[in-house]
């Protein structure tokens, strides 16, 4: 079946540099996808979306960039801090019900101080 | 804020007993979810609600029921747990069916059966 997948299932930062998580979709008509931060023993927080109008999304501190052509997401957190240590998985919507999300299953970032 | 609140962080039940998880939002959102999350295979939906007395099975509803008697109550019942239904569980609600508006998760519930 179709499933949102992640390149990394760990990666290790040094503070202050920048992280880039990726995620791979295989939906092609997934038209919204989401970048969620889950710390240890917390639900998912929103971070970030973007439609698939757009290639390119930035918040403050994070970037989320779109391929559509390689069905490519990926997350940039820009001079990462120990509180960014957390899991973080994508999410696609190929249809406009939300009991159809698909869920990555998620990339662990630890901070090397 | 929207807030979701599950009301237990950790539980831990026997085999055979009947589990109840609650989840409450208080943004008065008609749908309700629910996950869960095992390692290494991303979250799973359970069931869901759009509405009060209304329910819809979602990928994995096998040894799972629930129950929306009021528009904030969303419960998950595992009617005889079993130890494969240790997990992590969360609840979310959004203020509409697309989940684009106001989706929000709870902290969640991580019940150990044994």
């Known amino acids: 079946g179709e499933s949102v997948g992640l390149h990394l299932p760990t990666l290790s930062v040094q503070e202050g540099d920048n992280s880039i998580i990726n995620c791979a979709y295989s939906?092609?008509?997934?038209?919204?996808f989401i970048w969620y931060k889950q710390e240890s023993g917390k639900g998912p927080q929103f971070i970030i979306d973007?439609?698939?109008?757009?290639d390119k999304r930035q918040g403050q501190r994070v970037t989320v960039l779109l391929n559509k052509t390689v069905k490519h997401l990926s997350l940039q957190i820009a001079a990462t801090q120990p509180g960014d240590s957390a899991v973080y998985f994508c999410a696609e919507m190929p249809y406009s019900s939300a009991s159809k999300i698909i869920f990555g299953s998620g990339t662990r970032l630890s901070i090397r101080p | 804020d929207v807030k979701v609140t599950q009301s237990s962080r950790y539980l831990v039940k026997r085999t055979g007993e009947k589990v109840f998880l609650e989840c409450v939002q208080d943004m008065d959102h008609e749908n309700m979810f629910w996950y869960r999350q095992d390692p290494g295979l991303g979250l799973r939906l359970i069931y869901f609600s759009y509405d009060v007395k209304m329910k819809e099975k979602g990928d994995i509803p096998e040894g799972y029921s629930v129950s929306r008697e009021k528009k904030e109550r969303f419960s998950l019942i595992l009617e005889s747990a079993s130890t494969n239904q240790t997990s992590m569980y969360l609840c979310a609600s959004s203020l509409d069916r697309t989940g684009r508006i106001g989706y929000t998760f709870g902290s969640g519930t991580r019940l150990t059966v044994v």
């Open positions: 973007i439609r698939s109008n757009m």
């Open positions: 939906n092609s008509a997934s038209d919204y």
